[in-house]
C-alpha cells in the first residue's frame, strides 16, 4: 500500500494589521507591536467598537492581476488576493505548460465568510425608498436596479476570493471555499493537504481572509464578546492575562502554498516547513464536553504527526482574550502539553475572522524558522484559570516542531502540526 505523500510549505504571504508581507509582518511580532487602535468614526464614542485593528499602508494594485478586477472586490478578498500573489511568488509557482507546475494539478481552497457591505454602498437606495420616514419595501426592486453597480453582489460573495486567486494563477484544479468562524482557514488547510494526499493536486494555495471590522458585521454578530477596554486600545485584548475581558476585532489575510515533497524537490523549491499531522472536530461551546473534545483534537494531531508532546517547541493558540474560552483552551493545553510554551498573537492584531488561523499558522511557521517565540502581548498577570506557559517576554525555540490550535465562536475547532 502506497504511503501518504509528504507535504511541504513553500511560500507564506500575508496582509496585517501590523504589517504587509512575510518580513514586515515576523519584525512587528517579534517587536512586540500592536495593530490596535481608535476607530476615527467612532472615536468620540464609547462603543465596544471604538477601537480595532485595521489594515494600514495597503496598495492592492502592487500585487492584484488583472487591475480590472479590484472593483468587484471588496477589501478581505483584495486582501486575500495580494497574500497569495507573495506566497506564490515565494513558492516559484508559474503555472502553464512550459513551466514548472501543470495547472490542472493546482488547487485553491480559501477560508472565508460572507463579506458585509459598507452601508454607505446602499444609502441612497434606502433614502429613495424611504417616503415620510416610512421604508417602503415595494420600491427597492425598482430603485436598486438604477441605482447599484450591476456587479455589486460579487464583491460580497464567499467564494470570489477563491476564485479570483484561481483566475490570477491559471489554476484549474479544485477551487474550494470553507465558511466556519475562525476555524475556517484551518480546516481549508486540511482539506488542501487532504486533496494532495488523495493524487487530486501536486500543489494548493490555501489560506484565509476576513474582516470583522465593518458597521454591519458587528452588529449582526453582537458585541458582548468585545473588550470594553476602549480607552486603551493598544492593551485592550489580553490573551490568557487575568484581566482579559473580550476580544477586539480587527481585519486580515494569509495564504501559503502547500505541495508534495516529491513535487517540489523536482521543481527545486525552497521548503520552508513540514506539514505533519491535522485533525478537527466539534463540540457545542460551554458545555463539558468541549474541552475534553478540543484536547482529543490536538492528541490526535500529534498521533498523526507521529510526534509526542515533548516534540513541540510552541503551541500556538487561539487565545482571544475571552474569560471562559482562554481558560477552557488553556486548560486542555497544559494537560496535552505541560508547560511547553505557548504563543498568543491576538493582542497584537486582534480576531481577524476567517484570516485569523492563517495568519497565526503562519507566525507560528516564522517562529520555527527564526527560533524565536514571540511575546504574549498584553500579558501582565498570570491567571489560575489559564495554566499554560505563556510569557509577556520573546523567548528562544528549543524544540522545532509546532502546534497551530484554532477554534471557532460557533465551537468547530482544528489542531495543526508543522515540523521544520
Sequence with gaps: MKSDPEI????????????????????????GVSGVRVREQFSETDLPFRIAAPVTGFDPKQYVKPRKALKIM????????????????????EAGPDRNVDPNRIGTVVGTETFFADPGEVADVFHRCTVDKDYQHDRWGELAIREIQPLWML??????????????????????????????????????????????????????????????SMLYHG???????????ESACRPFDRDRDGMVVGEGAGVIVIESLEHATAREATVIAKLVGHSSGYAPVGSDAFGTAFE???????????????????????????????????????????????????????????????????????????????????????????????????????????VKTSISSMGQFASVAVVD
Design 8 to 31: 511541504v510549505i513553500t511560500g507564506l504571504g500575508v496582509v496585517s494589521p501590523i504589517g504587509i508581507g512575510v518580513e514586515p509582518f515576523w519584525d512587528a511580532l517579534v517587536g
Design 74 to 93: 471588496c477589501d478581505p478578498i483584495k486582501f486575500a488576493c495580494a497574500a497569495a500573489a507573495m506566497a506564490v511568488e515565494q513558492a516559484g509557482l
Design 155 to 216: 464583491k460580497y460573495l464567499p467564494n470570489m476570493a477563491a476564485s479570483h486567486i484561481s483566475i490570477a494563477l491559471d489554476a484549474r484544479g479544485p477551487s474550494n471555499s470553507i465558511c466556519q468562524g475562525e476555524v475556517s482557514s484551518m480546516l481549508a488547510l486540511i482539506e488542501a493537504a487532504n486533496l494532495i494526499k488523495r493524487g487530486a493536486v501536486d500543489v494548493a494555495v490555501v489560506g484565509g481572509t476576513g474582516s470583522q471590522m465593518a458597521l454591519t
Design 223 to 233: 458585541v458582548e464578546n468585545l473588550s470594553s477596554n476602549v480607552h486603551n486600545p
Design 296 to 402: 482529543a483534537c490536538v492528541n490526535e494531531s500529534l498521533q498523526r504527526a507521529n510526534l509526542k508532546p515533548s516534540d513541540i517547541g510552541v503551541v500556538n493558540a487561539n487565545a482571544n482574550g475571552s474569560i471562559d474560552g482562554d481558560a477552557v483552551e488553556a486548560v486542555a493545553l497544559h494537560r496535552v502539553f505541560g508547560d511547553c510554551p505557548v504563543s498568543a498573537n491576538k493582542g497584537n492584531f486582534g480576531n481577524l475572522g476567517p484570516g485569523t488561523s492563517m495568519v497565526e499558522l503562519i507566525a507560528g511557521v516564522l517562529t520555527v524558522k527564526h527560533r524565536r517565540i514571540p511575546a504574549t502581548l498584553n500579558l501582565g498577570s498570570s491567571c489560575p484559570s489559564c495554566p499554560v506557559s505563556a510569557s509577556a517576554e520573546s523567548r528562544s525555540l528549543d524544540q522545532t516542531g509546532m
